[in-house]
């Protein structure tokens, strides 16, 4: 339910998006899902987008620097470090965690947004094989054999953006 209240939040605000740079519209994507989703995953994914956003900035030349696979690469590293600051989870913790930093260092060495899902949904199957350290898994009681939900969830968005790009 937090995942769908995100992507509806995001999807409502669609037309009040800025169209001026994807910095900027990234931005208040971040704000949308902090308003808009609850719990502890709505935080995270705001920070990450935040960070996203910032990285942006800091590794474009300026103004009206296209958006490449190099900078995209470079903006999610930054975005990971800022995410890596406001939460102790790592991979191995069976968390969202496990599904996304395998696809950023993917994307960042490959630059090939399939390989990275790829390596997003590997990440994310490994959860299911280990207790949780971190999030609601953690305190529900036996979460092994059970995949992570921010992890599945997290490869399930991803997919999403793999199939709109290939439309």
Not at 37 to 47: D, P
Not at 51 to 76: C, R, Y
Request: net charge negative; no cysteine.
């Amino acid at each position: 339910y937090t995942l769908v209240a995100g992507v509806n939040g995001i999807t409502d605000s669609l037309p009040k998006l800025s169209r001026k740079s994807l910095s900027e519209a990234t931005a208040q994507i971040s704000d949308v899902i902090e308003s808009s989703m609850g719990g502890t995953s709505g935080g995270l994914y705001s920070i990450l987008i935040s960070g996203f956003a910032h990285g942006l900035i800091q590794a474009s030349d300026g103004e009206n620097t296209p958006v490449t696979p190099e900078l995209t690469a470079k903006a999610l590293d930054i975005a990971l470090e800022t995410l890596y600051k406001y939460t102790k989870a790592r991979p191995g913790a069976s968390t969202m965690i496990d599904a996304l930093e395998p696809f950023i260092k993917e994307f960042s060495a490959s630059k090939d947004f399939d390989k990275a899902v790829a390596a997003a949904e590997e990440g994310a199957k490994a959860t299911g094989s280990r207790e949780a350290k971190f999030g609601r898994a953690s305190y529900v009681g036996d979460s092994s054999n059970v995949e992570d939900p921010g992890a599945v969830g997290l490869v399930a968005f991803m997919k999403g953006v793999q199939s709109a790009y290939k439309s």
